[in-house]
């Protein structure tokens, strides 16, 4: 997608993926990432999550990328954080206690800034993104992450052909297309999630599926 449409939708407000309450996947099954609480994590296309929140009580830092300003400063203000703000070449960097937020483009992140990280969670993340898309953020991320490290992934799917996205689709089959080869994955669970999805069946989609993986590089 392109840029605009995410900055209208943080300013129009019209975020229904933003979830009040902590990811119930991330807490059912982020146990199975068998991390350490010296370990840090990278929260790609964060938005405002309350699960950053949360992961920096599990970790040792978290460190996130999000486009837009709004959403980056809501996050801390809403937490009654306050950032220090540092402005470099194309993204600006908030940091409070052990978070640290970047406000700009992920293609345009560099490895130093997630260094320490060996963990990434991604909710709502790859489905943000279509196809081509899809392809470009996985090797984005290949590309920060070429040392062992976990990802725990939610992604949801559903008949393409009934609803446009975002989210997009994304099937069992694609994680492993875009991951499987240098890559273990393990797919923990799908659920079937229209009912506490009710938006998405106003947009003419009958079945929706939320697939959880851990995706490792060793
Ligand atoms: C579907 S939302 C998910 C947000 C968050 N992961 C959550 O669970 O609430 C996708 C977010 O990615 C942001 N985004 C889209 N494209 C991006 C890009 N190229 N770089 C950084 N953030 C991006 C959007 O502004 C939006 O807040």
């Known amino acids: 997608m392109e840029p605009e449409f995410w900055h209208e939708r943080w300013a129009k407000n019209e975020i229904g993926f933003h979830l009040k309450d902590v990811n119930p996947f991330l807490l059912k099954h982020w146990s199975a990432l068998q991390s350490s609480s010296s370990d840090s994590v990278f929260v790609p296309l964060c938005g405002k999550s309350v699960d950053l929140i949360w992961l920096s009580k599990q970790c040792a830092s978290v460190v996130g990328i999000e486009l837009n300003q709004q959403a980056v400063e809501a996050f801390f203000s809403e937490h009654h954080l306050n950032p220090e703000i540092t402005q470099s070449e194309h993204l600006t960097l908030y940091q409070a206690g052990n978070i640290t937020l970047y406000c700009g483009d992920i293609f345009k992140l560099e490895k130093r800034a997630v260094e320490n990280c060996s963990l990434i969670y991604d909710r709502a993340s790859l489905v943000a993104f279509p196809s081509e898309m899809r392809r470009l953020y996985s090797a984005k991320l290949d590309e920060l992450f070429n040392t062992p490290h ?8 559903y008949d393409q ?21 240098d890559k273990q994955i393990t797919h923990l669970e799908t659920a079937s999630v229209l009912e506490q999805n009710k938006r998405f069946k106003e947009r003419g989609i009958t079945a929706l599926l939320e697939h959880v993986f851990i995706v490792e590089k060793r």
Request: aromatic fraction near 10%; charge should be negative; proline fraction near 10%.
């Open 161 to 181: 052909q009934l609803m446009n996205g975002p989210p997009f689709a994304v099937s069992p089959e694609e994680v492993d297309t875009l991951f499987g080869q």
């Open 150 to 157: 976990k990802r725990l992934l939610i992604a949801f799917d």
